[in-house]
T-cell receptor, first 118, second 114 residues
Framework: GAVVSQHPSRVICKSGTSVKIECRSLDFQATTMFWYRQFPKQSLMLMATSNEGSKATYEQGVEKDKFLINHASLTLSTLTVTSAHPEDSSFYIC??????????????FGPGTRLTVL | AQSVTQPDIHITVSEGASLELRCNYSYGATPYLFWYVQSPGQGLQLLLKYFSGDTLVQGIKGFEAEFKRSQSSFNLRKPSVHWSDAAEYFCAVAPPRAGNMLTFGGGTRLMVKP
């Protein structure tokens, strides 16, 4: 089956530093990847849609200068949390779309990255 | 805008008992419907999905879900729960012809008693 990995699985950083999270599709190519944020005991909220070779599309209320997304290849998307602050602490999850671009394509999710900003 | 409600935040069932997790959605037309399971340290795994056709959908791990248009519901069921089913379950919807734009419900945490 389609496997999506994320690295690191957890990261602790100081306030004001930047953190990069990688999302990789291991056994398939993904032209589209998605980034979600999940607060404790809450649901996933879509942050942005990442398309290979083009700029990401951000959901309303998500700061694009704060959360930099790069999708440089068909198997890798990165999310960089710039100048992280404690309120950015959360569980970040990526997913990758498997399919030919149709609207019935399935998303496969990574295991998530736990970010803690001190 | 579409929305998804999972009325039960926590559910506890005994191993071997049947299970039903509720999901209600709000959308102008029939959306695409999904159930995902999230276990600690693992990514969300797709259990089943409904796009059209037969309203009773069979998924993996013995799960099934039934789409009821009149009730705007897509409840997840399993006839006999195993201890390994303990996890967080998410219902999600997507607009038809945009199956990738998922909106998730709040989730239901399932606990299984021995």
């Amino acid at each position: 089956g389609a496997v999506v990995s994320q690295h690191p699985s957890r990261v602790i950083c100081k306030s004001g530093t930047s953190v990069k999270i990688e999302c990789r599709s291991l056994d398939f190519q993904a032209t589209t990847m998605f980034w979600y944020r999940q607060f404790p005991k809450q649901s996933l909220m879509l942050m942005a849609t990442s398309n290979e070779g083009s700029k990401a599309t951000y959901e309303q209320g998500v700061e694009k200068d704060k959360f930099l997304i790069n999708h440089a290849s068909l198997t890798l998307s990165t999310l960089t949390v710039t100048s992280a602050h404690p309120e950015d602490s959360s569980f970040y999850i990526c997913s990758a779309r498997v399919g030919s671009g149709g609207y019935t394509d399935t998303q496969y999710f990574g295991p998530g990255t736990r970010l803690t900003v001190l | 805008a579409q929305s998804v409600t999972q009325p039960d935040i926590h559910i506890t069932v005994s191993e071997g008992a049947s299970l039903e997790l509720r999901c209600n959605y709000s959308y102008g037309a029939t959306p695409y419907l999904f159930w995902y399971v999230q276990s600690p340290g693992q990514g969300l795994q797709l259990l089943l999905k409904y796009f059209s056709g037969d309203t009773l959908v069979q998924g993996i791990k013995g799960f099934e879900a039934e789409f009821k248009r009149s009730q705007s519901s897509f409840n997840l069921r399993k006839p006999s729960v195993h201890w390994s089913d303990a996890a967080e379950y998410f219902c999600a919807v997507a607009p038809p012809r945009a199956g990738n734009m998922l909106t998730f419900g709040g989730g239901t945490r399932l606990m299984v008693k021995p």
